[in-house]
């Protein structure tokens, strides 16, 4: 028996754009979850996604006192990465600098400011909203996921949806299960705070879990160790 092609269901090909800053400080750091594979984890938040491509969007850090082998996980990592299928990675880059900042609780006959060490990085937004204009105007895709909640973001999102009338969703790695971890550390409340500009512009969100054995970010997992195109084993870093 032959089934109509009007009785299959339709399930859009999305591709998905990953902002790696914003998931490692979302939904990842201080997390045992850090080893995630986004393949995975677009699946657990999303059941039934279609994948056409992953494009994920980092900087390489340098060494930190205090922490010299943090390039060394990430490039691991990124390693990881490279044996899921259709993923692509797209470098920014980080820009280090000392500045004074107002202490939230200056001392007594102390100073109110502190030169503090400021980390940015710089490129990754204007790549991914270069890849999601280019992929969509080419037809790349019927639908585009962003993991962020980057507000600078929200154009490209809302022309994408209001101009090519491709439907772009918003899966949010910055959620209460977030504000928890840093409430508990810092020692005082803190509220999640979702991006409103880009849950206005896009068509759906989803929020990603990242707290407990059963998170989105949990049973996302990889293999301990794994197995690269060249055959070399890549293994988890320690402490992840």
């Not at 820009?95 to 990754?124: C, F, I, N, Q, W």
């Not at 993991?147 to 491709?166: F, G, M, Q």
Request: proline share 7%; net charge positive; with cysteine.
């Amino acid at each position: 028996m032959t089934i109509p092609a009007s009785a299959i269901p339709f399930i859009p090909r999305t591709n998905v754009y990953v902002d790696g800053f914003n998931l490692y400080y979302g939904a990842a750091k201080n997390t045992p979850y850090k080893w995630v594979d986004l393949s995975a984890l677009c699946a657990a938040v999303l059941p039934g996604i279609h994948i056409g491509r992953i494009r994920y969007f980092t900087a390489l850090v340098g060494a930190m006192r205090g922490d010299p082998h943090i390039r060394q996980r990430q490039e691991t990592y990124i390693r990881a990465l490279e044996t899921v299928p259709n993923l692509s990675v797209h470098y920014g880059h980080y820009l280090a600098s000392t500045v004074s900042a107002r202490l939230a609780h200056p001392p007594a006959g102390g100073s109110r400011y502190a030169d503090v060490l400021k980390m940015e990085e710089k490129g990754s937004d204007v790549n991914i909203a270069t890849y999601m204009l280019v992929d969509a105007f080419r037809a790349d895709c019927d639908q585009l996921i962003v993991i962020t909640n980057d507000s600078d973001l929200a154009e490209p999102v809302r022309i994408i949806n209001k101009e090519l009338k491709i439907p772009v969703g918003i899966f949010n790695p910055q959620t209460a299960d977030t504000a928890r971890r840093s409430s508990v550390r810092s020692g005082r409340t803190i509220k999640a705070s979702p991006s409103i500009t880009l849950r206005k512009v896009s068509r759906f969100t989803r929020d990603i879990r990242s707290d407990g054995p059963t998170c989105h970010m949990a049973i996302s997992q990889f293999p301990r160790t794994l197995i690269d195109a060249a055959g070399r084993t890549i293994t988890k870093p320690m402490g992840w």
